[in-house]
């Protein structure tokens, strides 16, 4: 069967492909050869793989090296279309008079694409994010151009615009977290990250029943970038599996300076369906020669729930290694109840934004009371985050929630800060003091 029996299968011979260098030259030939303006078009094929895995490579190259001479027809005599890369083209447009003239040749470009798609019998249409870059206006040279068509066709990718025309918001956009991301990855490198900790309290008495370890970027004593932000990153750059070490780690460390103090670590989706996972838990009890029952990993309900019986599994077996499960974020998934009886979990911590609310919001109280009692029902400990308040705390001791977290009893600190903390709550409090 021919797959692309409407599409005719160029000769190699009438496709431009280009290399960096080579295309970078061309560029800059056209710009020599007497031109006033020119607008360079980057036409982006994304999953590429996915075709060449669907049709075979063969298919696929014919399809795409069609696109090329297609692309090329168009131009005709204004400029000159090449193959860059696998799936990515390059359009040169001569005397582009303004940045409407530049978007026109473009959507002519993007157009092209749709109809050899759509002429071949392959189902899949990969999008075709457009990007372009104007001479002298934008670049004073074929490097800096060819950079911001491929910034603009980037942008176009991340916000699923169709064709994107280079600014300086494109490159901040793009760059900046690219950025941002560097800079993780080489304090993570230089351990220059820090683990605070925040105190959990237990109801009954009132005393320090553990932490949790909270990871921070700090510069100068002022944070670079919150956890929702670089967390991020780290999982898109494949550091987590280092930054959970990191943590791990750490807080296992300064626990064993505090007495062997009980400490809770957060564990990324991503990480926790890792093949590396168990052995990395297992490698930090052994390492830190931590107690039965003194460190807790928090897992959030959606990881949990996201595949089920690959977690559980796996969490029954970092429970075997006498390591405690947390159920984080309670009560913003979807869970049912049919998976409380098989939940491999020792503790449910209820979501801070219905501690927060629960004084005004009678509804959000009963989520709270709700939840607890589901919780004991199962025989979970429960801990209640965002506590701030007096108030706050007498409305869980009387719901029966187990533990407390949140600013009423302290920020998180790093670990001579919260050993100072220690010291004050239990001299206030009459407890013992931290070892």
Known sequence: ??????????????????????????????????????????????EVSKLQARVGFDAAESLLDALAVQFSTVIAERGTACRF???RYCGLVRDARNKGHAQLAAEKLHRVAQEVFAASAVSIRPSIPTGVALWPSQADSAVMLLRHAQ???TTARHKGERIRVFDADAATQ????????????????TSSLSVFYQPKIR??????????????????????????????????AGS????????????????????????????????LHEREFLEMVRSAVDNWHVPEGH??????????????????????????LGVRIALDDFGTGYSSLSYFKKLPADELKIDKAFVLRMQQDKEDQHMVDTIVRLAHHFNLKVVAEGVEDEVALSMLRELGCDYAQGFYFSKARDVIGLRDWLTDYARLNGHPPPG
């Not at 793009?174 to 490198?189: C, F, K």
């Not at 100068?220 to 898109?236: M, N, S």
């Open 203 to 236: 109801m009954t008495d009132m005393q320090v029943a553990g932490t949790e370890a909270l990871l921070r970027w700090m510069e100068d004593g002022k944070p670079v970038a919150t956890p929702d932000v670089f967390i991020p990153l780290a999982e898109e």
């Open 151 to 153: 910034l603009a066709a």
């Open 174 to 189: 793009i760059l900046m977290p690219w950025e941002l991301g560097d800079a993780y990855a080489l304090a993570l490198e």
């Open 1 to 46: 069967m021919n797959t692309f029996a409407a599409v005719p299968v160029p000769r190699k011979a009438d496709v431009l492909r280009l290399g960096y260098e080579d295309l970078v030259a061309l560029i800059e030939q056209t710009m020599q050869g007497g031109c006033t303006a020119l607008a360079l078009i980057v036409v982006d094929v994304a």
């Open 240 to 271: 987590m599996h280092d930054t959970t070490w990191y943590v791990l780690s750490n807080a296992l460390r300064d626990s064993q300076t505090l007495g062997n103090l009980p400490v809770a670590v957060n564990i990324s989706p991503g990480m």
């Open 85 to 87: 890369g696998d799936g």
């Open 295 to 320: 460190l807790t990993l928090e897992v959030t309900e959606g990881a949990v729930i996201a595949d089920f019986e690959l977690s559980a599994r796996r969490l029954a077996k970092v429970r075997d």
